[in-house]
Protein backbone atom coordinates (compact mmCIF):
# COMPACT_ATOMS: atom_id res chain seq x y z
CA UNK A 1 0.00 0.00 0.00
CA UNK A 2 1.06 3.08 -0.69
CA UNK A 3 2.18 5.43 2.11
CA UNK A 4 -0.08 8.13 1.28
CA UNK A 5 -3.15 6.10 1.43
CA UNK A 6 -2.77 4.51 4.47
CA UNK A 7 -1.20 8.16 5.79
CA UNK A 8 -3.34 10.48 4.11
CA UNK A 9 -2.54 13.50 6.86
CA UNK A 10 0.96 13.33 5.78
CA UNK A 11 2.91 14.16 8.93
CA UNK A 12 6.82 13.03 9.30
CA UNK A 13 9.65 13.87 12.10
CA UNK A 14 13.27 13.83 10.91
CA UNK A 15 16.26 13.81 13.41
CA UNK A 16 19.79 14.46 11.82
CA UNK A 17 18.20 15.93 8.99
CA UNK A 18 20.33 18.75 8.33
CA UNK A 19 22.52 16.75 5.77
CA UNK A 20 23.38 13.59 4.27
CA UNK A 21 20.92 10.19 4.77
CA UNK A 22 18.68 12.88 6.56
CA UNK A 23 18.12 15.77 4.01
CA UNK A 24 17.77 12.97 0.92
CA UNK A 25 14.55 11.05 3.39
CA UNK A 26 13.31 14.85 3.63
CA UNK A 27 13.50 15.67 0.36
CA UNK A 28 11.85 12.49 -0.47
CA UNK A 29 9.12 13.14 1.13
CA UNK A 30 9.30 16.73 0.20
CA UNK A 31 8.65 15.44 -3.19
CA UNK A 32 5.68 13.62 -2.01
CA UNK A 33 3.52 16.79 -0.21
CA UNK A 34 4.76 15.45 3.39
CA UNK A 35 4.45 17.91 6.16
CA UNK A 36 8.09 17.63 7.67
CA UNK A 37 9.30 18.50 11.57
CA UNK A 38 12.68 18.55 10.50
CA UNK A 39 15.79 18.92 13.50
CA UNK A 40 19.65 19.20 13.54
CA UNK A 41 21.97 19.86 16.16
CA UNK A 42 23.60 22.42 13.50
CA UNK A 43 21.81 25.17 13.51
CA UNK A 44 22.92 26.52 9.84
CA UNK A 45 22.97 23.78 8.00
CA UNK A 46 19.21 23.06 9.32
CA UNK A 47 18.17 26.19 8.34
CA UNK A 48 19.86 25.83 4.61
CA UNK A 49 18.32 22.35 4.67
CA UNK A 50 14.47 24.27 5.99
CA UNK A 51 15.14 26.74 3.37
CA UNK A 52 16.21 23.89 0.41
CA UNK A 53 12.59 22.23 1.44
CA UNK A 54 10.69 24.86 1.12
CA UNK A 55 12.12 25.79 -1.85
CA UNK A 56 10.28 22.14 -3.35
CA UNK A 57 6.96 22.98 -1.69
CA UNK A 58 7.63 21.45 1.31
CA UNK A 59 5.31 22.68 4.55
CA UNK A 60 8.39 22.51 7.15
CA UNK A 61 9.03 23.36 10.69
CA UNK A 62 12.48 23.01 12.17
CA UNK A 63 14.07 22.22 15.85
CA UNK A 64 17.39 22.98 16.52
CA UNK A 65 17.68 19.40 18.83
CA UNK A 66 20.68 17.45 21.33
CA UNK A 67 19.25 14.12 20.65
CA UNK A 68 21.66 13.47 23.69
CA UNK A 69 18.46 14.35 25.77
CA UNK A 70 15.78 12.89 26.20
CA UNK A 71 13.51 15.98 27.15
CA UNK A 72 14.12 17.49 23.58
CA UNK A 73 12.84 14.16 21.99
CA UNK A 74 9.78 14.97 24.14
CA UNK A 75 9.91 18.67 22.96
CA UNK A 76 9.90 17.53 19.12
CA UNK A 77 6.77 14.69 19.85
CA UNK A 78 4.68 17.33 21.91
CA UNK A 79 5.19 19.82 19.00
CA UNK A 80 4.10 17.74 16.42
CA UNK A 81 1.01 17.02 18.36
CA UNK A 82 0.62 20.91 18.30
CA UNK A 83 1.23 21.71 14.73
CA UNK A 84 -0.70 18.86 13.44
CA UNK A 85 -2.48 16.40 15.97
CA UNK A 86 0.44 13.68 15.22
CA UNK A 87 2.78 12.06 13.27
CA UNK A 88 3.11 8.89 10.82
CA UNK A 89 6.33 8.53 10.40
CA UNK A 90 9.20 9.02 12.74
CA UNK A 91 12.91 8.69 11.57
CA UNK A 92 15.63 8.33 13.98
CA UNK A 93 18.35 9.12 11.89
CA UNK A 94 21.03 10.91 13.20
CA UNK A 95 24.49 9.80 14.26
CA UNK A 96 28.27 9.82 14.49
CA UNK A 97 31.09 7.20 13.66
CA UNK A 98 34.52 6.22 15.21
CA UNK A 99 37.19 3.75 14.62
CA UNK A 100 40.16 2.25 16.39
CA UNK A 101 41.49 -0.36 18.41
CA UNK A 102 39.58 -0.82 21.74
CA UNK A 103 42.51 0.56 23.76
CA UNK A 104 43.24 3.35 21.79
CA UNK A 105 39.75 4.81 21.89
CA UNK A 106 39.21 6.74 24.91
CA UNK A 107 35.60 6.05 26.93
CA UNK A 108 34.83 9.49 26.28
CA UNK A 109 34.28 8.27 22.45
CA UNK A 110 32.50 5.51 23.26
CA UNK A 111 29.96 7.57 25.54
CA UNK A 112 29.56 10.13 22.89
CA UNK A 113 28.91 7.46 20.21
CA UNK A 114 26.56 5.87 22.65
CA UNK A 115 24.48 8.71 23.19
CA UNK A 116 24.39 9.66 19.70
CA UNK A 117 23.66 6.51 18.20
CA UNK A 118 21.78 4.17 20.53
CA UNK A 119 20.50 6.60 23.34
CA UNK A 120 18.77 8.71 21.13
CA UNK A 121 16.93 6.13 19.37
CA UNK A 122 15.69 4.87 22.64
CA UNK A 123 15.15 8.39 23.63
CA UNK A 124 13.43 8.95 20.46
CA UNK A 125 10.92 5.66 20.54
CA UNK A 126 9.74 6.41 23.98
CA UNK A 127 8.81 9.92 23.37
CA UNK A 128 6.84 8.81 19.89
CA UNK A 129 5.18 5.71 20.86
CA UNK A 130 2.75 6.61 23.10
CA UNK A 131 1.48 9.30 20.11
CA UNK A 132 1.18 6.75 18.02
CA UNK A 133 -0.47 4.28 20.01
CA UNK A 134 -2.81 6.93 21.12
CA UNK A 135 -3.39 8.23 17.48
CA UNK A 136 -3.91 4.60 16.42
CA UNK A 137 -0.54 3.95 14.09
CA UNK A 138 2.33 4.75 12.21
CA UNK A 139 5.70 3.98 11.63
CA UNK A 140 9.08 4.30 13.38
CA UNK A 141 12.04 3.60 11.53
CA UNK A 142 15.54 3.39 13.13
CA UNK A 143 18.47 4.33 11.30
CA UNK A 144 21.54 1.69 12.29
CA UNK A 145 23.77 0.08 10.06
CA UNK A 146 25.51 -3.23 8.73
CA UNK A 147 28.15 -2.29 11.43
CA UNK A 148 24.90 -3.50 13.95
CA UNK A 149 24.84 -6.92 12.32
CA UNK A 150 28.35 -8.27 11.02
CA UNK A 151 30.94 -6.71 13.82
CA UNK A 152 34.10 -5.61 11.86
CA UNK A 153 37.30 -5.00 13.98
CA UNK A 154 38.41 -1.55 15.01
CA UNK A 155 34.69 0.02 15.19
CA UNK A 156 33.65 -1.33 18.57
CA UNK A 157 31.50 2.04 19.67
CA UNK A 158 29.62 2.37 16.88
CA UNK A 159 29.25 -1.87 16.24
CA UNK A 160 27.54 -1.54 19.59
CA UNK A 161 25.46 1.17 19.43
CA UNK A 162 24.61 0.10 16.03
CA UNK A 163 23.86 -3.36 17.35
CA UNK A 164 21.58 -1.77 19.92
CA UNK A 165 19.28 -0.31 17.30
CA UNK A 166 18.81 -3.31 15.73
CA UNK A 167 17.86 -5.15 18.82
CA UNK A 168 15.73 -2.50 20.01
CA UNK A 169 13.85 -2.66 16.54
CA UNK A 170 13.27 -6.15 16.19
CA UNK A 171 12.31 -6.17 19.84
CA UNK A 172 9.88 -2.91 19.10
CA UNK A 173 8.52 -4.68 15.35
CA UNK A 174 6.39 -7.52 17.71
CA UNK A 175 5.69 -5.37 20.99
CA UNK A 176 4.30 -2.91 18.94
CA UNK A 177 2.44 -5.02 16.23
CA UNK A 178 -0.77 -4.97 18.30
CA UNK A 179 -1.23 -1.10 17.88
CA UNK A 180 -0.75 -0.56 13.69
CA UNK A 181 2.78 0.61 14.52
CA UNK A 182 5.35 -0.74 11.80
CA UNK A 183 8.80 -0.42 12.75
CA UNK A 184 11.54 -0.40 9.90
CA UNK A 185 15.53 -0.74 10.86
CA UNK A 186 18.06 0.72 7.86
CA UNK A 187 21.46 -1.24 7.82
CA UNK A 188 23.84 -0.17 4.95
CA UNK A 189 27.16 -0.83 4.71
CA UNK A 190 29.33 2.13 3.20
CA UNK A 191 27.82 5.02 0.91
CA UNK A 192 28.25 8.45 0.31
CA UNK A 193 27.18 10.12 2.75
CA UNK A 194 27.85 13.15 5.53
CA UNK A 195 28.47 10.48 8.33
CA UNK A 196 32.17 11.09 7.65
CA UNK A 197 32.13 14.49 9.30
CA UNK A 198 32.07 13.04 12.49
CA UNK A 199 35.19 11.19 11.52
CA UNK A 200 37.95 13.65 12.75
CA UNK A 201 41.21 11.71 14.28
CA UNK A 202 44.03 10.27 12.20
CA UNK A 203 44.05 6.90 13.27
CA UNK A 204 44.33 4.51 10.12
CA UNK A 205 40.75 2.77 10.22
CA UNK A 206 39.20 6.51 10.32
CA UNK A 207 40.89 7.02 7.13
CA UNK A 208 40.17 3.98 5.36
CA UNK A 209 36.52 4.69 6.18
CA UNK A 210 36.53 8.31 4.65
CA UNK A 211 38.54 7.16 1.61
CA UNK A 212 35.67 4.50 1.47
CA UNK A 213 32.80 6.95 1.77
CA UNK A 214 34.65 8.80 -0.99
CA UNK A 215 34.67 6.19 -3.57
CA UNK A 216 31.24 4.19 -2.59
CA UNK A 217 29.46 3.93 -5.43
CA UNK A 218 25.92 3.91 -3.81
CA UNK A 219 24.48 7.22 -2.76
CA UNK A 220 21.81 8.32 -0.04
CA UNK A 221 19.39 7.85 -2.36
CA UNK A 222 20.18 4.49 -3.14
CA UNK A 223 19.21 3.70 0.22
CA UNK A 224 16.07 6.24 0.17
CA UNK A 225 14.42 4.74 -1.91
CA UNK A 226 14.78 1.29 -0.60
CA UNK A 227 13.63 2.17 2.45
CA UNK A 228 10.46 3.97 1.19
CA UNK A 229 10.04 0.04 -0.84
CA UNK A 230 10.36 -1.02 2.85
CA UNK A 231 7.90 1.12 4.43
CA UNK A 232 5.74 0.02 1.65
CA UNK A 233 5.96 -3.86 2.26
CA UNK A 234 6.08 -3.24 5.88
CA UNK A 235 9.53 -4.89 5.93
CA UNK A 236 11.48 -4.65 9.30
CA UNK A 237 15.01 -5.02 7.75
CA UNK A 238 16.52 -2.23 4.95
CA UNK A 239 19.68 -3.96 3.68
CA UNK A 240 20.59 -2.26 0.37
CA UNK A 241 23.63 -3.01 -0.79
CA UNK A 242 24.70 -7.01 -1.91
CA UNK A 243 27.74 -6.91 0.82
CA UNK A 244 25.30 -5.84 3.40
CA UNK A 245 23.10 -9.05 2.35
CA UNK A 246 25.40 -11.55 2.09
CA UNK A 247 27.51 -11.19 4.85
CA UNK A 248 24.52 -10.62 7.31
CA UNK A 249 23.41 -13.98 5.69
CA UNK A 250 26.29 -15.76 5.96
CA UNK A 251 26.85 -14.80 9.84
CA UNK A 252 23.51 -16.02 10.30
CA UNK A 253 23.78 -19.68 8.82
CA UNK A 254 27.75 -19.78 9.88
CA UNK A 255 28.58 -18.17 12.48
CA UNK A 256 31.90 -19.69 13.75
CA UNK A 257 32.96 -19.20 9.82
CA UNK A 258 31.82 -15.77 9.50
CA UNK A 259 34.05 -14.83 12.43
CA UNK A 260 37.19 -17.15 11.38
CA UNK A 261 37.13 -15.34 8.11
CA UNK A 262 37.14 -11.80 9.22
CA UNK A 263 39.59 -12.38 11.75
CA UNK A 264 41.42 -14.37 8.79
CA UNK A 265 41.31 -11.42 6.86
CA UNK A 266 41.91 -8.70 9.48
CA UNK A 267 45.57 -10.32 10.93
CA UNK A 268 46.47 -10.02 7.18
CA UNK A 269 45.55 -6.82 6.40
CA UNK A 270 43.14 -7.60 3.81
CA UNK A 271 40.28 -5.42 5.86
CA UNK A 272 39.66 -1.87 4.92
CA UNK A 273 43.16 -1.29 6.43
CA UNK A 274 45.06 -2.32 2.68
CA UNK A 275 44.96 -0.19 0.87
CA UNK A 276 45.28 2.90 3.17
CA UNK A 277 48.38 0.74 4.90
CA UNK A 278 49.70 0.86 1.24
CA UNK A 279 49.13 4.84 0.52
CA UNK A 280 50.83 5.47 3.76
CA UNK A 281 53.66 3.57 2.94
CA UNK A 282 54.11 4.74 -0.58
CA UNK A 283 54.15 8.51 1.03
CA UNK A 284 56.62 7.61 4.00
CA UNK A 285 59.06 6.69 0.89
CA UNK A 286 58.98 10.04 -0.89
Aim: aromatic letters at 10%; proline letters at 3%.
Amino acid sequence: MKLEQKYPAKRAFVTGAASGFGLAICMHLASRGWKLLIADINAKRLEQAEAQLRQHGAETFSMVLDVTRQEALQDAANTVKQLWGGVDLVFNNAGIASAGMIDDLPLEEWEKVINVDLWSVIYGCRAFVPLLKNQGGGCIINTASSAGTLSGPEMSPYNVAKAGVVSLSETLKSELSGFDIGVTVVCPTVFATSLGDSLTSERAMEKRLLAQLKKSRFTSQHIVDDVFRALEKGRLYVMTQPDAKWAWRLKRWMPESYFRLIAYLYRNRKWLYAEQEEADRLIKKR
